[in-house]
């Protein structure tokens, strides 16, 4: 179906000049950094406890250009002033290719049954511009990480620009309930030096239809 936007200026003075640019309408089903994240404070984001209580375990698998694994990234974990956690990677050496720069949050309890459909969001940003990057919501454990809830690869970023990573009403792709899942961030092709922050991870289980 078709759409139709209506400017109504009634009460102007005669000659007054208006003037409408840089419309923008975008699906904001996946990732963009003029769209607004889920509310990191609602009450049903499950990884605000995850956050408050570290109820993750962090593992990195960092290669060269050839897949021979690297020293990890530094990493650091601050609390933002009105709550929530800001998760920091440093990159200390260049990579080339998706995959080798592996960034993984393996819950220890966050269960996901195949009925269930969930919201994600995050806000992701770095030093430098990035050509891309990638984010994967997985079950912990499974085989080549298969039963994911989603993958999204190429995100770009530019410098110091505030990312907002976005996703509605996904299900596990193999249809199987899990106890845990993990949180893949990946930004093989990164330089030496980058930092990439990552923020106000929100995670909201919807009810089953």
Do not use: H
Not at 17 to 45: C, E, H, M, Q, W
Not at 86 to 99: L, M, Q
Not at 122 to 141: D, N, Q, W, Y
Request: glycine fraction near 6%.
């Amino acid at each position: 179906n078709n759409l139709k936007m209506v400017f109504d200026f009634g009460g102007n003075p005669a000659n007054t000049n208006v003037t409408v640019s840089d419309i923008v309408l975008k699906d904001n089903a996946n990732d963009d950094g003029r769209v607004a994240p889920f509310n990191y404070d609602d009450p049903n984001n499950m990884w605000k406890d995850v956050d408050a209580n570290q109820a993750y375990d962090i593992s990195f698998w960092w290669s060269n250009a050839n897949w021979g694994q690297i020293g990890n990234p530094d990493f650091k974990v601050s609390t933002k002033a009105y709550g929530g956690k800001v998760y920091t990677i440093k990159a200390n050496d260049a990579t080339v290719s998706e995959w080798q720069a592996q960034n993984t949050f393996t819950t220890k309890s966050l269960p996901i049954a195949a009925v269930d459909s969930v919201d994600f969001s995050c806000v992701l940003s770095c030093t430098s511009a990035v050509p891309r990057a990638t984010i994967k919501l997985c079950e912990a454990g499974a085989k080549d990480d298969s039963n994911e809830l989603f993958y999204k690869g190429n995100v770009s970023l530019n410098a110091g620009e505030k990312k907002v990573l976005k996703f509605t009403n996904v299900k596990l792709k193999n249809g199987t309930d899990v106890k845990n899942v993990k949180l893949i961030f990946d930004f093989g092709g990164c330089k030496a030096g980058d930092e990439f922050t990552i923020t106000d991870i929100t995670l909201i289980k919807n009810s089953p239809k």
